[in-house]
């Protein structure tokens, strides 16, 4: 099925409209082409307005753009949601699962994974993640470092 978008005054496929409540159809009036030319030449004349609130926003609610950022850079880099975070946060009972100790009160706990599969292999506090990711994920390193702690000697 077509319809037809009021601004560019072509007939185009339904799946090329956003979907709205508004319309008896469900779709926009507007195909999605001509909405995002749109809002490109709105954020152009309005830049600077745009900054100055996106900035004032960012000040007034600091854990709430903390929170959304956190979500994102969840489902982002490692593909999972908030709920699955907290779930796997729940089940290591806060603490890090190498040291067994909580995060700084400043910090959330880092998402550990396998760079080959994205397999997640649980929570970290800062620290032990840097530990983990300065020896490559190379196991025989961190052996030696443990043997190297346990039996070397001072000189």
């Not at 609610?61 to 956190?70: A, D, F, I, L, V």
């Not at 929570?123 to 300065?134: R, W």
Request: hydrophobic residues 25%; charged residues 25%; proline residues 2%.
């Amino acid at each position: 099925m077509t319809k037809y978008c009021y601004t560019c005054g072509e007939y185009r496929d339904l799946t090329e409209f956003h979907n709205t409540k508004r319309t008896k159809d469900g779709k926009q009036s507007r195909c999605v082409y001509c909405v995002s030319e749109y809002h490109q030449q709105y954020y152009v004349k309005n830049k600077n307005a745009i900054k100055v609130k996106t900035s004032e926003w960012h000040t007034n609610n600091k854990e709430k753009y903390k929170q959304s950022r956190k979500i994102g850079k969840l489902q982002s880099r490692y593909g999972i949601s908030i709920d699955t975070y907290n779930t796997i946060l729940v089940a290591q009972k806060g603490l890090c699962a190498i040291c067994k100790f909580p995060p700084n009160e400043e910090e959330n706990l880092c998402v550990d994974h396998c760079h080959e599969t994205n397999k997640i292999r649980g929570l970290l506090c800062k620290p032990c993640n840097l530990l983990i990711g300065n020896a490559n994920n190379d196991v025989a390193r961190l052996l030696s470092a443990v043997h190297y702690l346990v039996d070397g000697e001072v000189v």
